[in-house]
């Protein structure tokens, strides 16, 4: 007879076997949360004006913006800390409208984790399973299994949380949210307040452990790398409207504004007249005088308007030119601002006359420094390559 966990990844418990079997499950039912036109007012100000959003099963999304934005009162409401003023919301396919956090089937992680300093890390683990009144050989199972899991040692179970380090603290939150077996889990920020080499790791470990697992997750962060990093599809949220969802690539590639571009990693804007041709447009610039470049379809953004067009330049897209530019290279004249040394990468910031902004460059590392501050430079880039888009 073929045993349940056959096939499973070696060490891997029970548990496991039922996180992979409910997510084969899940994913022949449609979008695990369904949220329609969710409005939510505090008093007279509106903190959320209609936002839609489809989160798959097993998908990892992660909500970013600025400050005040409203995407932690969006995650509040879907775990059933805040009810909505209006809208629709479903979670594996039932409304969520009147029902408590405790009866969703969701749990969450928070910035400042929460642990009872009092419990020892099984307690801690087992909390939920003791609200539910799970019998306690299976409780005991579980809080073994999810040890087993968060890669946490045997010896742990009698420890308190004081007596952990910050990442494995981070573990036994993700374990105790992880326990009672959510469809959904919620994480706001828990990695910000870590050191930076810490917080690589647990990335790399929570993309790790997403994979395996299946859960969905939706992550608030602010941290726009760890979004590109570790989310399938990214929301990109301003003053309570969802401005874009999508993959990290047409994010960062294909944005849907320059607000969505500025606020995806560095970039640089070049004023440009654009023409729509039937393989895409035709740009000119006042700062490339007597120069034109064809950019395909596949770089024009559909939202294309004719007035405040702008050519969507990334960083490590430029490059510095001495002699002769490539063909269909255009070359902007400047001069060192400054630089930053990143280890892996060399940023400059160029001065070019006529942009209210230094151009960014984002270079391979170097012992050796391509140009100094001060000194008078010309970059080069390939417009085929941009991105062009409306404000």
Known sequence: ???????LPPGRPVLFHFFIQ??????????????????????????????????GAGEFLALVGPSGCGKTTLLKILAGFEEPTGGRLEIQGKDMRGVPAANRPTRIVFQKLALFPHKTVAENIGFPLKLQ?????????????????????????????????????????????LVSQPGVLLLDEPMSALDAKLKKSLQAELKKLHREIGT????????????????????????????????????????????????????????????KTAAGATVTSPLIPGASAEIPAEHVSPALSAAGTALLVRPESTRFVKGDASPGEWVLDGEVEEYFIKGASTQYRIRVAGLPAAVVMDLPGSIVLPARVGESVRVGFQPAHAFLLSE
Request: hydrophobic fraction near 40%; glycine fraction near 6%.
């Open 133 to 177: 009144k799970v019998a306690k050989p299976e409780s005991d199972s579980r809080v073994r299994a999810m040890l087993d899991l968060m890669h946490l040692k045997p010896e742990y179970l009698t420890r308190y949380p004081a007596q952990l380090s910050g990442g494995e603290q981070q573990r036994v939150a993700l374990a105790r949210a």
């Open 22 to 55: 409910r997510s084969r499950k899940l994913s022949l039912v449609g979008p695990i949360i369904d949220a329609a036109d969710i409005v939510k007012d505090y008093g007279s100000a509106r903190a959320l004006h209609g936002v839609s959003l489809e989160v």
């Open 216 to 275: 969905s997750f939706v992550l608030v962060t602010h941290d726009l790398e760890e979004a590109m990093m570790l989310a399938d599809r990214i929301c990109v949220m301003r003053s309570g409207h969802v401005v874009q969802i999508g993959t990290p690539a047409d994010i960062y590639y294909r944005p849907a504004n320059m607000f969505v571009a500025g606020f995806i990693g560095e970039t640089n804007f070049l004023p440009v007249t654009a023409t």
């Open 1 to 7: 007879m073929k045993c349940c966990c056959d096939g």
